[in-house]
């Protein structure tokens, strides 16, 4: 298994509260990515990284900001939480290679209140 | 649009083998994958292929690609309750990105 971890594993959070969940990679992978899943929607891109402070939206960025000071580490921000935010975050790092293939965390269950 | 399409829900008997099919638009796409996601927890990658191939067959799983049409299917040959799963279809799309389809939920049944 890649070397991906996540934290918080579970989150309940206020509406309005800023939150942060981190990814933490050991494989020194080049590419970071935040989703979030729904159901019904499947896996929808938020923000992805191709290298320290080299970030770019994805397709559901409204609310969401990231920040990458670090090849190990990729942070997702809720900056006032809402309660459409209530989700599974999943970070997933590539090393660009065999395509793009992608690796998985654990994933982060966010509970906005 | 890039858009990636597979059936939402697939029931079968224990022994039996499952067939997920996906159909995908970009033919310039290089890699396709399959994803399996138990209940709970993260996607784990199950295969890939590359657009070069027809198909390929790692133990119980075969991945068939037909080009012409779009179309990957996921055979899953004697298919046990720990197979249990949503099964994920995803080409690789423009910078570093893959396009994901909604995942197929397969039921198995003793």
């Known amino acids: 298994d890649a070397g991906i971890t996540q934290s918080p594993r579970h989150k309940v959070t206020e509406t309005g509260t800023p939150v942060t969940l981190r990814c933490h990679q050991t494989?020194?992978?080049?590419?970071m990515y935040w989703y979030r899943q729904d159901p019904g929607h499947g896996l929808r891109l938020i923000h992805y990284?191709?290298?320290?402070?080299?970030?770019d939206k994805g397709e559901v960025s409204d609310g969401y900001s990231v920040s990458r000071s670090k090849t190990e580490d990729f942070l997702l921000t809720l900056e006032s939480a809402t309660s459409s935010q209530t989700s599974v975050y999943f970070c997933?790092?590539?090393?660009?290679?065999?395509?793009?293939?992608?690796?998985f965390g654990p994933g982060t269950r966010l509970t906005v209140l | 649009g890039e858009d990636v399409e597979q059936s939402l829900f697939l029931s079968v008997r224990e022994g039996d083998s499952s067939v997920i099919n996906c159909t995908y638009t970009?033919?310039?796409?290089?890699?396709l994958y399959w994803y399996k996601q138990e209940p709970g927890a993260g996607l784990q990658l199950l295969t890939y292929?590359?657009?070069n191939m027809d198909m390929k067959q790692d133990q119980r799983l075969t991945v068939l690609l037909n080009k012409k049409d779009k179309h990957l299917s996921l055979r899953i040959a004697d298919t046990q309750t720990g197979d249990s799963a949503i099964y994920f279809c995803?080409?690789?799309?423009?910078?570093?990105?893959?396009?994901w389809g909604l995942g197929t939920s397969l039921a198995v049944n003793p």
């Open positions: 990284s191709y290298g320290v402070k080299d970030t």
């Open positions: 997933a790092i590539s090393w660009g290679q065999r395509g793009d293939t992608q690796y």
């Open positions: 995803a080409e690789a799309g423009n910078n570093r990105k893959l396009i």
């Open positions: 494989e020194n992978h080049r590419y």
């Open positions: 970009d033919s310039s796409s290089t890699y």
């Open positions: 292929i590359f657009s």
